[in-house]
C-alpha cells in the first residue's frame, strides 16, 4: 500500500476515535443517540480499515459482502442494548 493512502487511513481513523470520544464525553449516560452514534463510528472504522489496509476496496463484491455483514451485526448490537435498556 502506497504510503499516502495509510496516512489517510491513518488520519480517517483518527479523527472517527475522536469523534467517539467526544460522543462519549458529551453525551448522557446511556442515551440511545450516544449509543447509535458510537455504533456508527465503529462501523466507519470498521470499513476504512477493510477497504484500505486488507485492500478490499479493490473488490467491489467483498466490500459490499463486508458493508452487509457489519450492517446486520451493528443493528442487531443496537437493537439489543435498545432492548437491555428498555427502550
Do not use: C
Amino acid at each position: 500500500m502506497p504510503t499516502r493512502e495509510l496516512v489517510h487511513a491513518w488520519l480517517a481513523l483518527l479523527l472517527l476515535s475522536y469523534g467517539t470520544v467526544l460522543i462519549a464525553s458529551n453525551g448522557t449516560q446511556g442515551s440511545a443517540w450516544m449509543a447509535g452514534g458510537v455504533l456508527v463510528l465503529a462501523g466507519l472504522k470498521a470499513r476504512v480499515i477493510l477497504a484500505r489496509y486488507l485492500g478490499l476496496s479493490a473488490s467491489r463484491f467483498w466490500m459490499r459482502v463486508f458493508d452487509l455483514v457489519i450492517g446486520i451485526f451493528l443493528a442487531a448490537a443496537y437493537a439489543l442494548y435498545l432492548f437491555g435498556s428498555g427502550r
